[in-house]
């Protein structure tokens, strides 16, 4: 199972250390979240800190909203264009 599998809480205790911290204590990633019928790329691919990330939670995003959290901006970029894709191919 990958991390998009399990959903965002898996993801980052995933990147826990036996210690309790972060593995490479990341600051920026990317959080990837399902398009909605009208979602455009700046809409499902967003760059973010940790205290971005809990505010987005604080403020109404929801787990199932949520593809997967990604340190490469490049993989987290194919990754929402490939839901786009797929979402855009649906909708024909």
């Known amino acids: 199972m ?10 980052i ?3 826990r250390h036996p210690d309790g ?9 990317w959080l990837v ?5 009208i979602s455009e790329l700046c809409d499902v691919l967003w760059e973010c800190n940790w205290t971005d990330l809990g505010n987005a939670f604080k403020g ?7 593809y997967g959290l990604y340190t490469d901006e ?3 970029r194919k990754v929402a264009v490939t839901l786009m894709a797929q979402r ?4 024909n």
């Open 33 to 37: 979240t399902f398009p909605t019928a």
């Open 88 to 91: 855009d191919r649906k909708g």
């Open 21 to 29: 911290g972060f593995i490479g204590h990341p600051t920026r990633m």
């Open 2 to 11: 990958t991390p998009a599998d399990l959903g965002i809480a898996a993801a």
């Open 60 to 66: 109404g995003l929801d787990g199932s909203e949520v």
């Open 13 to 15: 205790n995933d990147a």
């Open 74 to 76: 490049d993989a987290a």
